[in-house]
Nanobody
Framework: QVQLVESGGGLVQPGGSLRLSCAASGLSFNILGVGWYRQAPGKQRELVASITSGGSTNYVDSVKDRFTISRDNAKNTVHLQMNSLKPEDTAVYYC?????????????WGQGTQVAVSS
């Protein structure tokens, strides 16, 4: 059974940091591209950061220079280090994984972890 489990969310003051983790089980992790999405109340889900199976990364402009995505294939885990957090970063953060092109396969989602940035 395939599972993605996020952890590391919580309440933090503006300017603070959090590190989210996405642990995968039940699939070949090293062929997966992984993305972190977030959804704030009343807003559409947006892709925040992604990392390919080869380690290439991409970020939405609003988090560049503040967030860093990384992967540890030995531990089947992807991390999202979030620094200089702002109130507008408040959202539920979801991990998404799917086989990296040209491999074809289903897309998987985690259950989400809440991040709240507030003083």
């Amino acid at each position: 059974q395939v599972q993605l489990v996020e952890s590391g969310g919580g309440l933090v003051q503006p300017g603070g940091s959090l590190r989210l983790s996405c642990a995968a089980s039940g699939l070949s992790f090293n062929i997966l591209g992984v993305g972190w999405y977030r959804q704030a109340p009343g807003k559409q889900r947006e892709l925040v950061a992604s990392i390919t199976s080869g380690g290439s990364t991409n970020y939405v402009d609003s988090v560049k220079d503040r967030f860093t995505i990384s992967r540890d294939n030995a531990k089947n885990t992807v991390h999202l280090q979030m620094n200089s957090l702002k109130p507008e970063d408040t959202a539920v953060y979801y991990c998404n994984a799917k086989p990296q092109f040209p491999i074809v396969g289903p897309t998987y989602w985690g259950q989400g972890t809440q991040v709240a940035v507030s003083s």
